[in-house]
């Protein structure tokens, strides 16, 4: 069986990008975790910047606070860690507009990291991704339901939005059945709900539940920068939000979004299906939580399980097994 890690938002530009001109891109990560990673089939994420040295800042949007913009060498803190495929599906794959998604797109590819989620139109942006895992077919879907202003047209660049608090749109639906009749599993990546939310709004329940009965084995999602408690459905699991894996932002001392996962999901392996791997975000470097960071995120794993019907059992210092 294929054991697949899952991290929520990876920023690269901005202070990371900084770092990338003083450090190799593989110190972004800490050795303890490179490892960790190693051991995996496949790493999947929500890429949260594009990858380009050309473009402009949008203006698509009017206050738009944050722009994030890596440099090529990001690619290389990706492979880093075994990224294999990421989500453009978000609210920073358009803000230096379509030249720096085109090279972010083609950087991507020609690094063997698969991306979905956006693309040149709305064809090519709702389409999802196949990567192997082990001897195993993965389909990728990603989507996003903000901003709609990065939304791809039919003949225009930009992101695969959907929003799903009235249900989930009939493309989205039509594109996991194409994806369930060639892959053995299916994962379904949004990128939804506000900044900070601290637990899944109804309407994410709804869209999660909507989602796997069109196909989806396991839904991951992200965008709160917080990570959530986790639901087991019929079909799988159900990860609301990931929270933060790299970024240079501002801590809030209540939320803690300094403290993050990794999801590793071994599909078919029983009560270890799903393991939750405690990470700790320094400023522009990401590494194990240990400590009393550890002793936070398993209280709060604790609360947040059980307020969705399951329950984090502690199996190491910040290792976590999901029942």
Not at 151 to 157: T, Y
């Amino acid at each position: 069986m294929p054991a697949i890690g899952l991290l929520g938002d990876v920023m690269l530009g901005r202070g990371v990008a900084d770092a990338l001109r003083e450090v190799p891109p593989e110190e972004l990560w800490s050795e303890e975790l490179r490892s960790l990673c190693a051991s995996l089939d496949l790493v999947v994420c929500n890429l949260e910047c594009c990858i380009s040295e050309r473009g402009e800042r949008t203006r698509r949007i009017a206050g738009k606070p944050f722009f994030f913009r890596g440099p090529p060498a990001a690619v290389r803190a990706l492979q880093a860690i075994g990224v294999r495929a990421v989500s453009l599906a978000n609210n920073h794959a358009l803000d230096y507009e379509a030249d720096a998604l085109e090279d972010t797109l083609g950087l991507l590819r020609r690094s063997g990291v698969a991306a979905a989620g956006a693309g040149g139109g709305s064809e090519e942006a709702r389409c999802g991704t196949i990567v192997e895992a082990g001897e195993r077919w993965i389909g990728l879907i990603c989507l996003s339901d903000h901003p709609a202003e990065y939304a791809a047209v039919a003949d225009a660049p930009g992101i695969a939005y959907a929003d799903m608090r009235e249900g989930v749109p009939e493309w989205v639906r039509s594109e996991l059945a194409w994806l369930r009749r060639q892959c053995d599993l299916v994962i379904a990546f949004p990128h939804w709900g506000p900044n900070m939310a601290a637990a899944p709004a109804r309407w994410q329940r709804r869209a999660a539940a909507a989602l796997q009965e069109a196909g989806a084995d396991l839904v991951a999602g992200h965008s709160a920068h917080v990570f959530h408690g986790v639901e087991w459905a019929d079909r799988g699991p159900v990860l609301f939000d990931l929270g933060d894996a790299l970024d240079d932002y501002r801590v809030d001392p209540d939320l803690r979004n300094d403290l993050g996962v990794l999801a590793i999901w071994r599909p078919g392996a029983g009560q270890d299906e799903l393991e939750l791997v405690a990470l700790r975000l320094q400023f522009c470097q990401t590494e194990l939580a240990h400590g009393a960071d550890a002793d936070w995120i398993a209280a709060r794993l604790d609360r947040a399980c059980e307020e969705l019907g399951s329950r984090a059992v502690r199996i190491d210092e910040g290792r976590f097994r999901i029942a």
